[in-house]
């Protein structure tokens, strides 16, 4: 037999037994062929990193953020268990909140230190409205075995309004589902092999989660407007958007009902703006900034508001709907003030700030659900 040949014969023999040993990999641990298929879902499945927010906030350092075998995050036993699921943007992802520090967890440990310990699991997507929430109850949860959650929580309000606002198409978090790539998607959710190689890459490449969560909010003069910002305007201006962002709630509270839950609706603020007492007070911008609510450029020196008026418009529609559907309604933007501390950019909390959310929904719902 020619040398050729000979390294012929043991490439291939070598290639059947990698590809068997494959193959064996994946049945035992992938779902390709058995298991949960999650088809082209776009949700983190199986994933741990590691995220270096030294710099960002108060206390800040390595943190840690994972997402289980069902693209969950908290602590839980059974999918049947879970007491309250909490569903929004990447508000409530919190990708740079170590675990055991979202407002999520310090929930669950509120009701735990009163001798009311409650499942609490979070199932927050970055950037998704509530088209994309709604897309989870079709795509996501079903695939989810024995899923029943007691009470969802949806803290919605700052992606509707920022999609509306900015006027761009929708993207895969909101379809849920991968359009472009859709073998790497299907590996991505059903290998064994793959997800190994994705969770590698993500601890290697964990500097991305710092790219979305970016602008820095600290150190700014913060000033009474000469005008305060007129909400009632606002809301006959938006008023068929609004009407849309109201059917898409009340849509919402229905498919929460499906998986035999009580909905509770909250709502939100932004890092933009201040709050003292019914005084709203706007932010003096440092530089030239551009401002993707308003879609243009914002001169150094100009008091700048962001959305409030918008978002308030949001919150008054989402509470309104929400006790003509009969949900339980906490409006977070009326009542709870932050500080400038409270917010690590324009948008996303500090662990502080993620307390003070989890006391202020604990306060109003400890005498609500049991």
């Given at each position: 037999?020619?040398?050729?040949k000979?390294?012929?014969?043991v490439?291939?023999?070598?290639?059947?037994?990698?590809?068997a040993?494959?193959?064996?990999?994946?049945?035992?641990?992938?779902?390709?062929?058995?298991?949960?298929?999650?088809?082209l879902?776009?949700?983190d499945?199986?994933?741990?990193r590691?995220s270096?927010?030294?710099?960002?906030?108060?206390?800040?350092?390595?943190?840690?953020?994972?997402?289980d075998?069902?693209?969950?995050?908290?602590?839980?036993?059974?999918?049947a268990?879970?007491?309250?699921?909490t569903?929004?943007g990447?508000?409530?992802?919190?990708?740079?909140i170590?675990?055991?520090?979202?407002?999520?967890?310090?929930?669950?440990?509120?009701?735990?230190?009163?001798?009311?310990?409650?499942?609490e699991?979070?199932a927050?997507?970055?950037?998704?409205?509530?088209?994309?929430?709604?897309?989870?109850?079709?795509?996501?949860?079903?695939?989810?075995?024995?899923?029943?959650?007691?009470?969802?929580?949806?803290?919605?309000g700052?992606?509707d309004?920022?999609?509306?606002?900015?006027?761009?198409?929708?993207?895969?978090?909101?379809?849920?589902?991968?359009?472009?790539?859709?073998?790497k998607?299907?590996?991505a959710?059903?290998?064994?092999?793959?997800?190994l190689?994705?969770?590698?890459?993500?601890?290697?490449?964990?500097?991305?989660?710092?790219l979305?969560?970016?602008t820095?909010?600290?150190?700014?003069?913060w000033?009474?407007?000469?005008?305060?910002?007129?909400?009632?305007?606002?809301?006959r201006?938006l008023?068929?958007?609004?009407?849309a962002?109201?059917?898409?709630?009340?849509l919402?509270?229905?498919?929460?009902r499906?998986?035999?839950?009580?909905?509770?609706?909250?709502?939100?603020?932004?890092?933009?703006?201040?709050?003292?007492g019914?005084?709203?007070?706007?932010?003096?911008?440092?530089?030239?900034?551009?401002?993707?609510?308003?879609?243009?450029v914002?001169?150094?020196g100009?008091l700048?508001l962001?959305?409030?008026?918008a978002l308030?418009?949001?919150?008054?529609?989402?509470?309104?709907?929400?006790?003509?559907e009969?949900g339980?309604?906490?409006?977070?933007?009326h009542?709870?003030?932050?500080?400038?501390?409270?917010?690590?950019?324009?948008?996303?909390?500090?662990?502080k700030?993620?307390?003070?959310?989890?006391?202020?929904?604990?306060e109003?719902?400890?005498a609500?659900?049991?």
């Open positions: 037999m020619s040398s050729t000979k390294w012929a014969r490439l291939t023999v070598n290639l059947a037994l990698l590809l040993g494959c193959l064996v990999i994946e049945l035992i641990f992938g779902s390709i062929f058995f298991g949960t298929n999650y088809g879902l776009v949700v499945r199986n994933v741990s590691e270096d927010t030294t710099g960002r906030y108060a206390g800040g350092g390595v943190i840690e953020f994972h997402r075998e069902h693209g969950l995050r908290g602590r839980y036993d059974d999918p268990n879970i007491d309250i699921l569903v929004g990447s508000t409530t992802n919190e990708i740079l170590d675990e055991g520090k979202t407002w999520s967890d310090r929930l669950a440990k509120a009701f735990a230190e009163v001798g009311r310990p409650m499942v699991v979070n927050g997507v970055d950037g998704q409205s509530t088209v994309g929430h709604l897309k989870v109850f079709e795509l996501w949860f079903p695939r989810i075995p024995d899923f029943h959650p007691r009470y969802v929580l949806a803290y919605i700052i992606n309004l920022s999609h509306f606002m900015t006027n761009l198409p929708p993207n895969k978090w909101e379809l849920m589902t991968e359009q472009n790539k859709t073998l998607q299907f590996l959710n059903n290998s064994a092999i793959y997800g190689y994705r969770t590698i890459k993500g601890m290697i490449r964990a500097q991305d989660a710092m979305v969560h970016s820095r909010n600290e150190g700014f003069e000033r009474e407007p000469a005008l305060q910002p007129d909400v009632a305007a606002e809301e201006r008023a068929p958007y609004l009407d962002y109201a059917k898409r709630i009340r919402l509270m229905r498919r929460i499906g998986l035999d839950a009580q909905p509770i609706i909250v709502t939100q603020h932004t890092g933009h703006y201040r709050l003292a019914e005084r709203v007070l706007g932010r003096v911008l440092k530089a030239d900034w551009r401002d993707p609510w308003a879609g243009k914002k001169k150094a100009t700048d962001g959305p409030y008026a308030m418009a949001h919150n008054r529609r989402a509470m309104l709907t929400c006790r003509e009969g339980i309604c906490i409006d977070v933007s009542d709870l003030v932050f500080e400038p501390d409270d917010f690590y950019d324009l948008v996303h909390t500090t662990p700030g993620s307390e003070k959310v989890a006391r202020f929904l604990f109003h719902l400890k609500t659900i049991h």
